[in-house]
């Protein structure tokens, strides 16, 4: 490769189209090695669907985890009041612990080895290894996440219109079961009383 550089400038005629060429060649390529490393400095909304980034900070977790949650509450309670006899439902659920998210970490390490000669003849070689991690924030200084991790459920109480009779209490208590994966005795029916 060098040698065709080498040919490439011999040519007095050539010499300065050469390295003219040779410069554009250059300078397009750092330009190309900028951008790479550089990247793009607010990430726009496809490419954040696209590998599931999403920008997050303590107050959209929360609203997240509260919508996710009466969310699920309300498809509880649309689905139980399919189940003949059930009646009207309120339901209600509980969580072990709050949301939490994994940041995006910028990770650089780079490893030198260092090789040392003493006066009587010996080497030591010491090599030294340095690793740094950085969370990624927007311009807002908001923490770009990777994925939220959503709380797993505690247990759930359900007032129903017929929960009076045990095998509809029965129904719903395996419905829920099926859908949250909490253990039956977690689970509270109760009759709905009047409003």
């Known amino acids: 490769m060098i040698e065709k550089l080498k040919n490439m400038f011999n040519n007095k005629e050539k010499r300065v189209e050469n390295l ?6 250059l300078v397009i390529t750092l330009i190309v090695i900028n951008k790479i490393l550089k990247g793009d400095e607010s990430p726009n ?34 689905i139980l009041t399919k189940i003949d006899g059930v009646g009207k439902v309120s339901v209600l659920l509980t969580y072990k612990e709050s949301s ?16 040392e000669t003493d006066t009587s003849g010996g080497t030591r070689t010491t090599e030294t290894e340095n690793n740094q991690k950085d969370v990624i924030k927007d311009s807002n200084s908001n923490v770009v996440t990777e994925k939220i991790v959503m709380p797993s459920i505690e247990g759930a109480i359900v007032t129903a219109e017929g929960a009076k009779d045990a095998t509809i209490k029965s129904n719903i208590i395996a419905a829920v079961e099926a859908v949250t994966g909490v253990a039956n005795h977690k689970i509270q029916v109760f009759e709905m009383g009047d409003e």
């Open 20 to 25: 003219i060429s040779f410069l554009i060649i």
């Open 45 to 78: 909304e496809d490419y954040k669907n696209e590998i599931g980034v999403e920008l997050a900070s303590s107050e959209n977790i929360n609203i997240k985890e509260n919508n996710l949650s009466n969310e699920l509450e309300k498809r509880l309670e649309n």
């Open 100 to 115: 939490s998210f994994v940041p995006i970490y910028n990770i650089s390490s780079s490893t030198s080895t260092t090789q």
